[in-house]
T-cell receptor, first 112, second 113 residues
Framework: NAGVTQTPKFRVLKTGQSMTLLCAQD?????MYWYRQDPGMGLRLIHY???????AKGEVPDGYNVSRLKKQNFLLGLESAAPSQTSVYFC???????????FGDGTRLSIL | DQQVKQNSPSLSVQEGRISILNCDYT??????FLWYKKYPAEGPTFLIS???IKDKNEDGRFTVFLNKSAKHLSLHIVPSQPGDSAVYFC????????????WGAGTKLIIKP
């Protein structure tokens, strides 16, 4: 009964380093999302995907790239990490229109 | 420009009493609203939703009310229990945005014994 799984759970990077966050869902959902949450703010959408092989920009896409090569996986990449990308990152998936999104437990990322 | 606003960062309620969490929105195109609950170090979990064609939706102790003319929705929890202590997020979406969710900043609910 895994649902949405995010790896890693924590990571500390130096400015300029790159990394990839992995999101995996086992519910056969078409839609997947990457959000960031910063203190005192709601979740902000970075990128999303409406199906395998598709991606689209959300509200705050700059500095991030994504890929959806397999339906169950959605990867978020930081090519050159910046301190402003220090945040908690959440992945979510949903099955269809007006269905709720299901979330992973987040990745806490610190950029020094 | 916040399209979804939760103006109370925190709320403290006695156990057994009613908790009322509020949310305001500005975009009249929003037609689907959701409430999520979040515990520390966990992802948000879906609580209850309401479509704009309704003004009330109930699920056990949780009821969401929607006032479209005032662009306001509220979540009522009756009776409040210690396990309800969490951060509650309001979110809204519109058909013309491919149902992307716009989130409020959250309200931290504290249930006192």
């Amino acid at each position: 009964n895994a649902g949405v799984t995010q790896t890693p759970k924590f990571r500390v990077l130096k400015t300029g380093q790159s990394m990839t966050l992995l999101c995996a869902q086992d519910m056969n959902h078409e839609y997947m999302y990457w959000y960031r949450q910063d203190p005192g703010m709601g979740l902000r959408l970075i990128h999303y995907s409406v199906g395998e092989g598709t991606t689209a920009k959300g509200e705050v896409p700059d500095g991030y790239n994504v890929s959806r090569l397999k339906k169950q996986n959605f990867l978020l990449g930081l090519e050159s990490a910046a301190p402003s990308q220090t945040s908690v990152y959440f992945c979510a998936s949903r099955g269809g229109v007006n269905q709720p999104q299901h979330f992973g437990d987040g990745t806490r990322l610190s950029i020094l | 420009d916040q399209q979804v606003k939760q103006n109370s960062p925190s709320l403290s309620v006695q156990e057994g009493r009613i908790s009322i969490l509020n949310c305001d929105y500005t975009n009249s195109m929003f037609d689907y609203f959701l409430w999520y609950k979040k515990y520390p170090a966990e992802g948000p979990t879906f609580l209850i939703s309401i479509s704009s064609i309704k003004d009330k939706n109930e699920d056990g102790r949780f009821t969401v009310f929607l006032n479209k003319s005032a662009k306001h929705l509220s979540l009522h929890i009756v009776p409040s229990q210690p396990g309800d202590s969490a951060v509650y997020f309001c979110a809204a979406s519109a058909l013309d945005s491919n149902y992307q969710l716009i989130w409020g900043a959250g309200t931290k609910l504290i249930i006192k014994p």
